[in-house]
């Protein structure tokens, strides 16, 4: 609120009819980053709100999903992007829809809690296989011993109803 900005973030996805014509008064802007949250893009349809929808599910995740509406039948004013070239390639061969990639830009930190020299990976995510953790969890159990001393893998997320064994 500093600079002017109010952010707001919900629990839950529903809101009731009060909160949707709130949400398209009082927003010039509203960023939505994955498409879990298509329910709110039923708000923004031929309304004034720009709409920048950054997705980072891919092909096989929107199809599991099965909640992905189809790009052409939304608004000029909400515009897609996706997080790589993947995901691209994905809305393409699903809608024969072209969208933007917006990279995730990730700035390289050390931890000033830190007292030893390890290289921390965080890999927050739900435990599903669309995910692969289990692949990166092979790819680590292959590396050398000089690189396992200086690295630590920090894994953080959720079991999914019917994936339970994956976790």
């Known amino acids: 609120r500093a600079r002017g900005y109010e952010i707001e973030v919900r ?3 529903v809101g009731d009819d009060d909160f949707r014509k709130r949400m398209q ?3 010039d802007l509203v960023f939505l980053n994955t498409s879990s949250v298509t329910p709110y893009i039923y708000y923004y349809i031929n309304t004034n709100v720009q709409v920048l929808w950054w997705l980072h599910e891919t092909k096989q995740q ?3 999903e099965n909640s992905m509406v189809n790009p052409y039948l939304l608004s000029k004013n909400i515009c897609f992007y996706g997080v790589t070239d993947a995901v691209k ?3 393409a061969e699903m ?3 072209d969208i933007k990639v917006l990279h995730m830009p990730i700035k390289e930190a050390k931890s000033k809690e830190s007292d030893n020299d390890k290289t921390v990976f ?3 995510a739900a435990y599903t296989y669309i ?3 289990d692949r990166l969890l092979e790819a680590v159990s292959d590396l050398p011993d000089d690189m396992l ?3 630590e893998f920090v894994f953080c997320g959720y079991r999914l109803d019917g994936q339970k064994e994956y976790a």
């Open 11 to 13: 629990e839950y996805v």
């Open 25 to 27: 008064r009082e927003y």
């Open 62 to 64: 929107l199809m599991n």
């Open 89 to 91: 390639r994905g809305i």
């Open 95 to 97: 809608f024969g829809f």
């Open 122 to 124: 965080f890999i927050p």
């Open 131 to 133: 995910k692969g953790q």
């Open 149 to 151: 001393l200086v690295s």
